[in-house]
């Protein structure tokens, strides 16, 4: 809700205030522009927390690739090492085991890091899901807003009913922001 929003709805309200049949209508919009404001917040943040979300699997999945290329060379000079003809057997063998425990490390550090990035994914989809219950929890309410505002305009309680009825519908799209199902 913008300035220009806010002074409409105070000026509506200062002209309902002689009317004492419109306070309850005034006290739903007040309510919902508060629960409007509390929602863009929720959001807002939970678009932001899709981004870092992002940005960490993003880190993930470059040190995968990092321990992926470690692990692709060291597995070409441990190939490599096995066509050579060798003078020292002993330390040959030596350096062989040395690069067969590396790649054994980088195996494993390939599997946590996959594990990490794939955890960080599903918390993207998390704050995305929560992200869009809270757009459109914001959106109907601010639809409820609207169309209650008008019962002041048009003194015609239908409007304030149906502007509850999207004020509630907003609600729940919030509150089921909270639950994630998949």
Do not use: C
């Not at 943040?45 to 993930?60: I, K």
């Not at 955890?119 to 929560?130: G, T």
């Amino acid at each position: 809700m913008d300035a220009s929003e806010a002074n409409e709805l105070q000026e509506q309200h200062e002209h309902a205030a002689g009317e004492p049949s419109l306070h309850p209508v005034s006290f739903t919009i007040s309510v919902l522009a508060v629960v409007v404001a509390i929602v863009t917040v929720l959001g807002h943040r939970s678009h932001t927390e899709a981004v870092l979300f992002q940005a960490r699997a993003t880190d993930e999945w470059n040190l995968y690739q990092a321990h992926k290329i470690r692990q692709y060379d060291t597995q070409l000079i441990s190939d490599m090492l096995a066509t050579l003809p060798i003078r020292d057997q002993a330390s040959a063998d030596k350096i062989t085991d040395g690069y067969k425990a590396h790649l054994q490390k980088w195996n494993q550090d390939l599997a946590d890091t996959e594990a990490a990035a794939r955890e960080q994914e599903e918390e993207v989809h998390k704050a995305e899901y929560r992200a869009d219950r809270f757009d459109l929890g914001e959106a109907l309410l601010e639809i409820g807003l609207v169309i209650t505002s008008i019962t002041l305009l048009t003194r015609q309680r239908g409007y304030w009913y149906m502007g509850m009825v999207f004020g509630l519908a907003g609600i729940v799209a919030t509150a089921l922001g909270f639950v994630h199902f998949g």
